[in-house]
């Protein structure tokens, strides 16, 4: 498998970044290089569960129970653009 | 004066604490501005924490100085995994593990420099508008990474210090080696990650780096056990088994002969057998890699300019404006991070990629564990080359720099304890050596190398 300029352009508008065209021209034998290290990997036939820990974790669950936690004004202290106890983002519809 | 000491002195009135940190601040402005360490140095957090220490000394660590990497939360100190996306965050609250260290007395000096978000072997991948950390004992060399900072103010403070650090794939060991001192990464779920900024969730691991290897134990101490904000955090009894059966695992001796002469006069006083871990050599580097970026790209896209850090106003509509933050905020390496890491958990790559990664690193756990039953610990050089220049690094590309990584990244992908100390120096640059445990069987290392080194 290789990345050209098309599908690079195609992972970066899904990863919300913008490159380059220096940074296009840059990564791109960069990228293809390790990819085709990777393909390593096909040589390993064995068909077991994935491991997505390195232990093994059990689900946890708590009660339903309001717990103190932060106030509107601490988790908006971080935050420039803010109106009335809210968060201010950017416009989702036209 | 070794971290026991300290404390003792502290406790008992021998050491005025406050006077002590104040010393202890002096000296961290001034090997900072000759090395990089710090990414911010919090004077009132830690002359607070000392006169309190003072009016009331008890804890484990009472008035010990304690640094901590830039990717874990202190209350109102900036906190940005030294990434220009997150400058000016000031958490609200303080990771788990701080919490513990000053539950215990231990000071806060200040935050150390890492690469960014952790992504790199030798700290030169910082955000634009931070500064590389040097080598402690050779200013034109790499310190190591990811937790450059952390190892080399351990290694350059002439009074007490512990670094609190994180490893995903190596981030404790290497620097640790490059900067001769002792890192400790625990069991993967043995130290909660609770207010860590991740890299890879199921691979980050926070531990210890110091030059007292009791000081480090007695903070890995303090930190552990179980915490019910992190999901993955284990409520596990650690069982001691003493370590008396060591292998040394053979191909990781494949190195700079530099590296190899200095761990091999080392291993000269120990008893071992030779294994070799056929998979985890073939395998390790890819499967690390792939689940790694995977799990960094799928982390990283919370950081838009909202909420906290780099906050552009909001002249654009959402998918433009948090594209434009992202790429005019993160640093090359991250970028690429990010582009192998969402490839590789795209739809018609996943299986491919991603899933194949997971199931290799299964089959690499159970060669570990297979080993555990027949040894208790494995040895290998924990770098495969001496601190290099940083002129050099410069001409590396990036798969030769994934590839430094290749001794550490194995032990990690399994989430197995292991302590790199230093084995000796090769013309004054130190040379670590590293070694590896059973699952919890943390402590045991401690010992181990106490008992043999």
């Known amino acids: 498998m290789k990345i050209d300029k098309n599908v690079m352009q195609k992972i970066a508008k899904n990863a919300r970044l913008e490159l380059t065209e220096e940074e296009v021209n840059e990564f791109l034998p960069q990228l293809n290089d390790v990819l085709e290290y990777f393909s390593i990997l096909n040589e390993f036939k064995e068909d077991i569960e994935p491991a997505f820990h390195p232990i093994s974790i059990k689900n946890v669950y708590r009660g339903d129970i309001v717990e103190p936690s932060l106030s509107p004004s601490e988790a908006l202290s971080n935050a420039k653009n803010k109106k009335d106890n809210y968060f201010k983002g950017p416009k989702v519809l036209k | ?453």
């Not at chain 2, 231990?106 to 910082?126: H, L, P, R, Y």
């Not at chain 2, 208790?376 to 990584?405: G, R, V």
């Open chain 2, 1 to 453: 004066m070794n971290v026991h000491d300290y404390v003792e002195n502290v406790k008992s009135g021998n050491i005025d604490v406050v006077e002590y940190i104040e010393n202890v601040l002096e000296e961290a402005e001034r090997i900072n501005s000759a090395y990089n360490y710090y990414t911010t140095i919090c004077s009132d957090l830690a002359i607070g924490l000392a006169k309190m220490v003072k009016n009331n000394p008890k804890g484990k660590l009472a008035g010990v100085p304690v640094s901590v990497k830039d990717c874990i939360c202190v209350k109102g100190v900036e906190t940005t995994s030294s990434s220009d996306i997150l400058k000016g965050y000031k958490p609200v609250f303080h990771a788990t593990v701080v919490q513990k260290l000053i539950n215990e007395g231990a000071i806060i000096i200040g935050k150390t420099v890492q690469d960014e978000f952790g992504f790199g072997s030798f700290s030169v991948n910082v955000g634009k508008s931070f500064k590389v950390p040097l080598n402690p004992v050779d200013p034109l060399r790499s310190c190591g990474g990811s937790s450059g900072g952390a190892a080399g103010v351990a290694a350059k403070s002439n009074l007490v210090h512990l670094s609190l650090a994180e490893s995903t794939g190596g981030s404790i060991a290497c620097p640790s080696s490059f900067c001769g001192v002792n890192g400790f990464t625990p069991t993967y779920g043995n130290v909660s990650r609770y207010g860590l900024i991740d890299y890879g969730s199921s691979l980050d691991k926070i531990g210890v780096i110091g030059k007292d290897l009791n000081g480090v134990e007695l903070m890995f101490d303090v930190i552990k056990g179980h915490d019910a904000n992190d999901s993955t955090s284990i409520e596990h009894i650690n069982e001691k088994k003493e370590i008396t059966k060591v292998a040394v695992i053979k191909s990781a001796f494949d190195v700079d002969d530099k590296v190899k002469s200095i761990v091999e006069k080392k291993l000269s006083d120990i008893e071992y057998d030779e294994i070799e871990l056929p998979l985890t050599k073939k395998y390790s580097l890819s499967s690390y890699s792939i689940i790694a970026m995977a799990e960094a790209s799928t982390n990283l896209a919370k950081f838009c300019g909202m909420r906290y850090g780099a906050q552009p106003d909001i002249t654009m509509p959402y998918n433009e404006q948090f594209t434009k933050v992202r790429s005019n905020n993160l640093g090359k390496e991250t970028k690429r991070r990010i582009i192998i890491g969402t490839f590789a958990r795209m739809s018609g790559y996943r299986d491919a990629y991603y899933i194949k990664a997971l199931k290799v690193r299964q089959a690499i756990i159970n060669e570990y564990k297979k080993t555990f039953k027949t040894y208790d610990a494995l040895i290998s050089p924990t770098m495969p080359i001496l601190p290099p220049l940083l002129k050099n690094i410069e001409n590396l590309n990036p798969l030769d720099i994934y590839k430094m990584d290749q001794l550490t990244v194995g032990v990690n992908l399994a989430g197995l304890p292991h302590l790199s100390s230093n084995a000796g120096y090769f013309e004054g640059l130190p040379v670590g050596m590293m070694v590896v445990g059973n699952h919890f069987n943390d402590n045991a290392i401690f010992d181990y190398v106490r008992k043999t080194w």
